[in-house]
């Protein structure tokens, strides 16, 4: 966790069961309730310690990026699809079964040959965590949350992505309230693929519009 | 791409009163038990000792009666009801006992 992932109320969680405002006593007594539990299942052979901490581990680290390479291909290969997902990202992503937003509204920016968009959360790190999984660590560092705003370009340069003079860069400013998802450009020469060869081809930082999609 | 998922969708995007609490996409927990009581109802369910849409819906009631006299202070938090639903389906499997069965 980064020294800039402080808690403040633009980042607070959304629903009120989510608080801890419990007595030392009774996370003593909730302690014991579990521990209890865990030293009947590992009797039977059930659990083990190391196994549950890595359990903890792969979902703390859980990396999802797979379910918006899903939504930006079908958006490619379907134009009702695409039509819907910038009219209304969060019904559009919804209809490919990927939820678990807690009142954030998604917002697709679709890149053109003319536009170029890229995703900031300036004053954190407000992220579209159930397309894309957990934030790169970079995403969350002060030098790009500020750089980004100020200068896109040396930026995208820095990822590799470089763009005519004549592109128009469009830096958009994640909340707690909206986040924001990258539709990037189908490369070319990718007509003859199908759906799910094209989802292999796109990556976390093309949904955040530091690069763009390649073919590999 | 190449980054396999090797978490339960069912599991990690649960959706309503039932997501996993998180605060930009990292799970949030606040205790140790917290931790330890989630890890345990992943690994039965991913051992198929139960199923995760039986806990699920366990959960969903635990939280809904938590809520019931006052939705804005519920009587207790997210992982508590999650333990109340994790001993409620550990007794229904006769998980729950000191006998071996």
Redesign the interface.
């Known amino acids: 966790m980064s020294e800039h992932d402080h808690d403040h109320h633009h980042d607070a969680p959304a629903n009120p069961y989510h608080r801890s405002d419990r007595s030392p006593e009774r996370d003593e007594a909730l302690t014991e309730r579990v521990k209890k539990i865990e030293a009947l299942l590992i009797a039977k052979g059930l659990v083990d310690k190391a196994a549950l901490d890595k359990l903890v581990d792969l979902y703390e680290n859980d990396l999802g990026p797979l379910n918006g390479a899903k939504v930006v291909a079908r958006a490619w290969v379907d134009p009702d699809f695409k039509r819907r997902l910038l009219t209304n990202a969060t019904a559009a992503i919804a209809e490919l079964g990927f939820g678990g937003l807690q009142g954030e509204h998604m917002v697709v920016v679709e890149n053109t040959p003319q536009v170029h968009n890229v995703v900031v959360c300036t004053l954190c790190s407000c992220y579209p965590w159930p397309v894309l999984g957990l934030p790169p660590t970079w995403y969350k560092d002060a030098a790009y949350r500020s750089r980004v705003v100020i200068d896109p370009r040396s930026i995208l340069t820095e990822f590799g992505t470089t763009l005519d003079d004549n592109v128009e860069v469009r830096v958009w400013d994640s909340s707690a309230e909206i986040r924001y998802l990258v539709l990037p450009e189908r490369p070319a020469g990718t007509q003859h693929l199908s759906e799910d060869q094209l989802v292999k081809l796109i990556d976390r930082d093309s949904m955040i519009g530091v690069k763009k999609v390649q073919i590999s | ?1 190449s ?1 396999e ?3 339960r ?1 069912d ?5 309503g ?1 039932s ?10 927990f ?4 917290e ?6 109802a ?3 369910a ?2 198929g ?1 139960f199923e995760w849409s039986e806990f699920q819906q366990q959960l969903i009631e635990s ?1 809904a009666a ?2 019931r006299d006052d ?4 009587g ?3 992982y ?2 999650w ?1 109340e639903s ?2 409620a389906v ?1 007794r229904r499997k006769h ?2 006992s ?1 006998r ?1 069965d």
């Open positions: 791409m980054e998922r090797l978490t969708p599991i990690a995007e649960m959706a009163t997501a996993l609490p998180r605060k930009s996409g990292e799970l949030v606040h205790n140790e038990w931790r330890r009581a989630f890890a345990i992943v690994s039965l991913e051992q000792q939280i938590a809520e939705p804005q202070n519920p207790r938090g997210y508590e009801s333990l994790l001993e550990l998980l729950l000191d071996a």
